[in-house]
């Protein structure tokens, strides 16, 4: 039997160490042998190309070394994922892996058991998965947001988190084939509900009155959006909503500027990070990667967090708001993404407002003519008209967030997607049944 472990190469941690050496001896007592890679800050960051599917499907187009770890994941028994938890979510390095593990899944859409929509396996059978994270003194709202990613969203993959020896006996019962359903399946006394959310956010008062001086705020605002896709070439759905949201705000009120994550991190990014730390407010755009932040993107704002320590400069108390989208029809699908976003403003200084969550963001923002979009549209200049109010008066209660869904029948919008994917292999010399090549 084989196991796989992978790793950050940048967070060898004392905590790191201490859990390391628990894992190793565990794996091999129940007879594996066991394989152990580094992610580092070599390993490209997925360019969302969707290439793995359409161009080489089944394996990266960027050579690097993912081709192993893909080839290793596919043909190992047992895969630990060992990541520190930044702002919630796996660091850059473990999330560039997560994100270009998308070789293994198919493009099209299935109803899950949840009744959420997800991708079906590209092979018939998935290594058995450990998700475990490591930090010292971690806020419990992190904690509870890295479990919940797993849990809401890959039930059947047993995930913790670990902060030193006291925790020994949770990784342990990890891998006990006495307790698997301990992380396995969606336990509702942990995933937080709408209503429990308030430990994520930034304090709201409820009362929706507030003073004169909170009312008028003349002065010019300065406003950050910040555009997270990955993506290198064409349009994203990202940088349509940044268009859109920046013809709402009045260029009278409002000094803007634009950020492209991808743009800046390929050069020195401290100018971009003085913009956003002058900021009266910035305003999140990104799609989601596997539930979460793209790895390119987490990267930015744990370079960001660093800039500030280093630099020894304080971060002007911006407001911030995020516009997430995914390619799934239902939008809570982003929330936790969001809540990465709360925790970074937590870290840094900044008041978290509000959340704009998108569903099938891609399909919005090629089909913007057909009358459904047309009303998700509105909805979206609504939401983006109440951000930029929301910066001018800054009243106590901040706006209320907004999920979106596109107005189409879901059998619908799995099979337009369906035919997309297939539209796109043969634009690339493939035939449909070269779609479920199995390269690993």
Partial sequence: MKALILT???????????LYTQIIPILEQ??????????????????????CWVKTP??????DTMAEINRLYINSDVVVF?????????????KNIFDRLLPRLLPFFIRKADGSTGHPLRYDKEPEQFIIGYGSNLEEADIQLFKNITIKHRPGIAVTVYQGLSDSE???????KSCPAQNSEPDKNNILTQYEKSSLNTQRNDSPVFS??????????????????PRIHGQTASGSFIARAEKLFNDSKFEKEVINVRKVMQHEPEAAFEKIRNADAVVFAFPLYIYCLPGLLIRFLQEYETFLKNSNRKQNAANVYAVVNCGFPEPYINEEAADVIKSFCRQTGMKFRSSVLVGGGVMISK?????????????????????????????????????????????LFFFVGGINWKMQAKHNGLKVKDIYRRPY
């Avoid at 950050?8 to 201490?18: G, P, Q």
Wanted: charged share 20%; net charge neutral.
């Fill in 8 to 18: 950050d190469s940048d967070y060898k941690t004392a905590v790191y160490n201490s």
């Fill in 30 to 51: 129940k007879g594996y042998s066991v394989t152990v890679r580094e992610a580092g800050r070599t390993l490209n960051a997925c360019t969302g190309c969707f290439g």
């Fill in 58 to 63: 089944g394996e990266c187009v960027m050579q």
């Fill in 82 to 94: 060992l990541s520190p938890v930044i702002f919630g979510q796996q660091s850059a390095n473990m």
């Fill in 170 to 176: 949770n990784v342990a019962a990890l891998f006990s």
């Fill in 212 to 229: 004169e001086t909170q009312r008028k705020c003349p002065e010019i605002k300065k406003v950050v959006f910040i555009n997270g896709s």
């Fill in 367 to 411: 089909a913007g003519k057909a009358p459904p979009v047309k009303k998700v549209l509105k909805e979206m200049d609504a939401a983006f008209s109440a951000a930029a109010e929301d910066m001018q008066i800054n009243p106590v209660q901040p706006p209320e967030d907004t999920q979106i869904k596109i107005g189409f029948p879901d059998k």
